[in-house]
Structures are given as structure tokens and as C-alpha cells.
């Protein structure tokens, strides 16, 4: 009789990623980079499949057993990059996180600069690849405040998909909100979020965002979190993602 427990090989970086070290694609390009080591021999490949018996050290260090996935809600201020380390020596997001979240915690995308609201993070490297790839499908909104008239014809364009500078952009869902004088307030959806995309897409449009909020990912919402506070999301919300 077969046994049906005997573990199945996975892709080493797909087992870095679950432990909440980094992402997969990092994790790659840590074996790339030699850091990586298995069963004591440094790793060439990130085609390298492994078992749960198999030892990974990075750096030197064991890489840590996986703990149970979880998610938490963050409220980005304005002025804070999103990285662990910036080279120009800015706040990042990861120094002013609340206490009591885990050593290993990634941030789901991004948010630029001076762009605010929710940010996911999780331990789960694997979670949060999921949450970010475009095949997921995952809408994000956001409340956006422009300065300026838009070109009304273009505006319309956003449901089917606009191209600008050469760039593809999908198809964005969007209503007007309050306006005051020459700010007008949008609430804008879309399921890609690549680079400044909404930024440049206002430009475009002939006006200028002066406020970014995102306030929902997927079925996560920022509510009325406070400013730089996290709040954990119960395992129930997000265990169909894993």
C-alpha cells in the first residue's frame, strides 16, 4: 500500500519564502548570490528542490521553523518608504512598526513615498506572493485627490485600459467623490499596481495627485485604523489565499 504522508520535494526558494525570512524572488536571489546553503553545501541554483528533513542555513543561521501564517493591517503615513533598508538613509516602514510583530514580516506591495493607508504584512513570503501577483485578481482602492481639470474624454477611458508613455495599464474602475475649488476627489480600483501607476495615469490625464489613500486590498479594509497602527486579521479572513 502506498503511503500517502511521504512529503513531496518543493523548490528551496518557495520554502524560504513560507518561513517569512524574504519573498521567493529575493530568496532566489540570495542562492544566486551564494548565501544560501543546503545540508552544509552552498547552493548554485535556485532549482534545487528540498524535504522538510533537508537544513537550510543563510548566512551561516538555520533557517527558522515555519510558524502558522498571519496577517496584520497597517495605516502607512505619508513620508515612510516601504523597504527594510533605504540607501538614502529615509524612515522606513519597518522602523516604526508597532512593537510585539514578529523578528521576519513582509509587506505586501507597495506604497510610494508620500502615498498613505493600508499595507498588508504577513510571515508567510508564499501569502504574500499571492496577495501581489497580478493572476490573483486581487482589487485595491483607493481614494485619490487631484488638483486640476482632467481631460474628461481620457477619464472615460480608464474601464477599458489606458496605455501612457508606452506603458499598458488594465482596466481601472473609478467615481468622483467630494470636490472643493480645483480638488477633486476620486475613488479609483484596480488589480495590477505597478509602478507610481496611479500617479502617472493623473498626469496624464493633465491633473496632479496631492493625496493617495489606499483604503481596501482585496476583502482587507483600512477602516479607522490609526495612523502607524497594525491590527492582526483572524486566520478566517485570509485561510482561502493559502
Known sequence: MVNQHVPKPERIAKIIARAGVCSRREAERWIQEGRVSLNGTVLETPATTVLPTDKIDIDGKTL???????LWAFHKPRGIVTTHDDPEGRETLFDILPRGLPKHIISVGRLDLMSEGLILLTNNGELARKLEHPSSHIPRTYHVRVYGEMDSKELKKLAMGISVNGVDYGPIQWKFGPKK?????IEMTLHEGKNREIRKIVDHLGA???????????PFELGNLDIAEAEEIPAKKFKHLL
Do not use: A
Not at 65 to 70: D, H, L, S, V, W
Open 64 to 70: 527558522p521553523q515555519q510558524e502558522p501564517t498571519r
Open 181 to 185: 475649488g480645483l480638488n477633486q476627489w
Open 208 to 218: 496632479r495627485v496631492n493625496r493617495l489613500v489606499r483604503v481596501s486590498y482585496g
